[in-house]
C-alpha cells in the first residue's frame, strides 16, 4: 500500500497511509538504506505488512519531485534531507528583525538549487513603517519569480494594504501541499504556522530548530500535518550559509544574473565596475531602474560568491 513518510529516526519510520490516513511505525528493506539515508521525510513508499508479527515494511521507493539536500563537500556526496517539498515559503519580517535582502537572495538560492516554487510572506504587517520600499521589494521579487503576501501572524484577519496578496490567498496558497517555512530567527516561522493551523497545532514560538548554534547532530525529520497542508521541520535545513556551494555553480543559482552574463563580452568576466566589455555595468547602470534591480542581486551574487571562494575547501581546487 501507498504511503508518505512523515517521520524518520535513523532507521525508524513513521509513515501515513495513503488511503486510510492512519500512520503506522514501519522499518526499511535492508536495500532501501544502504547508502546510508536513501529514505527521508516526504518520500513516497510502498508498504507491506507482516502477517505474523504486524509489523510494517517498506518496501520500495517512489522516484522524488524535488530533494531537499545539502553537498557533503568532503566526501563529494548529496545530503538529503527531504524529499516532495511542493513550496519553500520565506518569511521576513517588516520589522524586527530587519529585512535582510541578502538572505532572501540566498533562500532564492536555494530554492533554485532545489527546484522548489519560493514564495515570500511579509510578516509583522502590523508593525510596519513607512520608510521600508515593500512595494520596491515586491517588484524585485516578483521578477524573480516569486509571488509576495502581507500578513500579520498574530493578527489573522489583517487585510493586505499594499501587496495584492494577504493572510487568506497565503492559506489558499498553502493548501493541500507541502510547504517549508524559511527564514532567520524570529521573523515569526513559529507564529506564523500555528495561526495558519488554526489552533490545530502550538508550535512553541523559538521552538523550531535552530541552526548554526554549536553542534547539531540531530538526525530526526518531521513532516507535521496540519490539516490541509504540510509543513516539513527539519534542523539542518534553514541555515543561511551557501558554503557547500561550489563557486562556479554558484551563478546558476541565480539564473535571472546568468543569463545577463551571458552577454558579456568574456566567459571569464568577473563583472566588476571596471571588466571590459560587462553587460551589467555598460547595458544596467546601477542609477537606472532596472539596473537598481540587477545590481542588487549582483551584490548579493557577489558577497556570497567571495564568502564562498576564500572558504578553503574550495581552494583547494585551484
Ligand atoms: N508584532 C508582531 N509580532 C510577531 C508577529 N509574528 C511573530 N511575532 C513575534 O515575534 C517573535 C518571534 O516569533 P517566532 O514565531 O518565535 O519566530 P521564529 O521565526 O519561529 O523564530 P525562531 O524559532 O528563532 O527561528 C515572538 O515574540 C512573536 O510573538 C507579528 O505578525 N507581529
Ligand atoms: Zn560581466
Known sequence: MRARIY??????????????????????LGNLLKKGETLVVGDWVQLEKIEETDEFQITSL???????????VREQ??????????????LT??????????????????????????????????????????KFEEERLK?????CFEISA?????????????YSELKEEISNRTSIFLGQSGVGKSATINTLSEGKYQLKTNTIARVGKGSHTTTWSEIIDLDGFCTIDSPGIRSFSLEDVDPEELLSLFPDL?????????????HLENSKG???????????????????????????????SALEFWQKKY
Open 7 to 28: 517521520k524518520s529516526d535513523k532507521r525508524q519510520f513513521e509513515c501515513k497511509l495513503e488511503e486510510s490516513g492512519e500512520v503506522v511505525k514501519a522499518n526499511a
Open 62 to 72: 517512489e522516484e522524488r519531485e524535488s530533494e531537499i539536500f545539502r553537498i557533503i
Open 77 to 90: 556526496r548529496k545530503k538529503v534531507t527531504a524529499a516532495n517539498c511542493d513550496l519553500l515559503i520565506i
Open 93 to 134: 519580517s517588516v520589522s524586527k528583525p530587519k529585512y535582510k535582502r541578502g538572505f532572501i537572495d540566498r533562500f532564492l538560492a536555494r530554492a533554485s538549487q532545489w527546484g522548489i516554487r519560493p514564495i515570500v510572506v511579509f510578516n509583522k504587517m502590523d508593525e510596519f513603517k513607512e520608510e521600508f520600499d515593500i
Open 143 to 147: 521578477s524573480l519569480g516569486a509571488k
Open 154 to 166: 498574530l493578527q489573522p484577519d489583517y487585510q493586505p494594504r499594499y501587496l495584492e496578496r494577504g
Open 258 to 270: 546568468e543569463e545577463i552574463a551571458s552577454h558579456c563580452k568574456f566567459s571569464n568576466c568577473e
Open 278 to 308: 560587462c553587460v551589467f555595468w555598460s547595458k544596467y547602470t546601477p542609477d537606472s531602474p532596472e539596473g537598481e534591480l540587477v545590481h542588487s542581486r549582483l551584490d548579493s551574487f557577489q558577497r556570497i560568491y567571495e564568502e564562498v
